[in-house]
Every structure is written in structure tokens, then in C-alpha cells.
């Protein structure tokens, strides 16, 4: 599975929207791009994966650059219960295992 | 839709013993996976299981070892536990075939090895 690069922290102000990036330089064209996020004394939440268009659900919108080394995750309206470690995961649909690496601690303020 | 439930929520072994954890999968589920997470790190593939047979593992020694039941429920077993077995261990399910719908986490099981 293709390695991923996250910043370890960033704040978001309640209301805003969170801009969570990922650096996947090195993903193959089968691995698809995976968030999930675990709010403290949780497990980890699936949120939205994609290949390479732009998918959006009733929780977030994962924007995928044309070349596929990047991606974002957007959260269009923060709140306070978003504050979570994010993790962003690269792998081929097929597979079993998730590799969830260090995350981001996203911190959203009031 | 019940969720993934898992069992107990805490636990404190002593060093050497054997502990067994136990998983509830989702109704419909019949994949489940494990991970074990250490504080301050994100979790780490065990194993997974589809429809009662290992079909994935990751990087632990066969001291940790599982089942999956015909109803799909599952369970960790660890055996000569050790202090670094100290850890979240999450159980997670999902429906199998090809379309990805995500796996269900549980909220864990705290184990304490002393």
C-alpha cells in the first residue's frame, strides 16, 4: 500500500470549513484514497474514500488532484464534535488491512 | 442496525496469562477485522476474517489468534501476554463482496497487562 504524509495538528474554527490534506505520492492506479476519523475513546469512523473524482456525502467532500499525489478532505461546517484524529489511507479496494499511520488531530474551537 | 459490540470494556491480566476478547459484528457483516492500538498511535491490522475462515494478517506473532463463529461474531485470543500487549484492541466489520461500504468500528477494549 502506497505510504501517506499528513500534518500531525491543525485548528479549525467552529462554523469554518476544514481543509484536512494528504500527500500520497507514490499510489498505484488501483489504490483508492480512504478517511476515517476516531474521536477520543472511539473507534475510528469510516467517512468517504475515492479514486479520482471528487466524492462528497453527507459528511464531507475528498477533493482528488488530477495526478492523484494528493487529496483533501473537507468538512464545509466544523463543529466541536469534529474534533477527531483524522487518518487518511491509501490501499486497493480488495484489500483487508487499513493502514492507519499517525492521523491528524484536528482541534475545532469555539 | 445494532453496531459492532465488544467485550469486556476494560481488562488487567497479569504477565504470562492468556485473555480472550470478544466481538459482536454488525448484522449483515460478515467480515471482521482486529487491531491493536497502542497510546498515541493509530491502530495496527492483527487480523481479519471472512465468513469464518483467516483471510488477512498483519505483522503479530501466533501467540494472537482468532474465530469467527457462524453467526459472525469473533474473538481475539492472546496468549503469554506481555507488557506491550497493554493496548485498545477494536474489533470492525463490514458486509462483504466487491463494493466498499466501510468497516464498523467497535469502541474497544481497553486491555492492561501487569
Known amino acids: 500500500d502506497a505510504k501517506t504524509t499528513q500534518p500531525p495538528s491543525m485548528d479549525c474554527a467552529e462554523g469554518r470549513a476544514a481543509n484536512l490534506p494528504c500527500n500520497h505520492s507514490t499510489i498505484s492506479g488501483n489504490e483508492y484514497v480512504y478517511w476515517y476519523r476516531q474521536i477520543h475513546s472511539q473507534g475510528p469512523q469510516y467517512i468517504i474514500h475515492?479514486?479520482?473524482n471528487n466524492e462528497t456525502n453527507e459528511m464531507a467532500s475528498l477533493i482528488i488532484t488530477e495526478d492523484r499525489k494528493s487529496s483533501t478532505l473537507i468538512l464545509p461546517h466544523a463543529t466541536l464534535r469534529d474534533t477527531a484524529v483524522y487518518y487518511c489511507i491509501v490501499r486497493v479496494n480488495s484489500g483487508y488491512a487499513l493502514n492507519f499511520g499517525k492521523g491528524t488531530s484536528l482541534l475545532v474551537t469555539p | 442496525e445494532t453496531g459492532v459490540t465488544q467485550s469486556p470494556t476494560h481488562l488487567i491480566k497479569t504477565r504470562g496469562q492468556q485473555v480472550t476478547l470478544r466481538c459482536s459484528s454488525q448484522?449483515?457483516?460478515?467480515?471482521v477485522s482486529w487491531y491493536q492500538q497502542a497510546l498515541g498511535q493509530g491502530p495496527q491490522f492483527i487480523f481479519q476474517y471472512y465468513r469464518e475462515e483467516e483471510n488477512g494478517r498483519g505483522n503479530f506473532p501466533p501467540r494472537f489468534s482468532g474465530l469467527q463463529f457462524p453467526n459472525y461474531s469473533s474473538e481475539l485470543n492472546v496468549n503469554a501476554l506481555e507488557l506491550d500487549d497493554s493496548a485498545l484492541y477494536l474489533c470492525?466489520?463490514?458486509?462483504?463482496?466487491?463494493?466498499?461500504?466501510?468497516?464498523?468500528f467497535g469502541s474497544g477494549t481497553r486491555l492492561t497487562v501487569v
Open positions: 475515492g479514486l479520482k
Open positions: 448484522s449483515g457483516h460478515n467480515t
Open positions: 470492525a466489520s463490514r458486509p462483504g463482496g466487491a463494493v466498499y461500504y466501510g468497516y464498523t
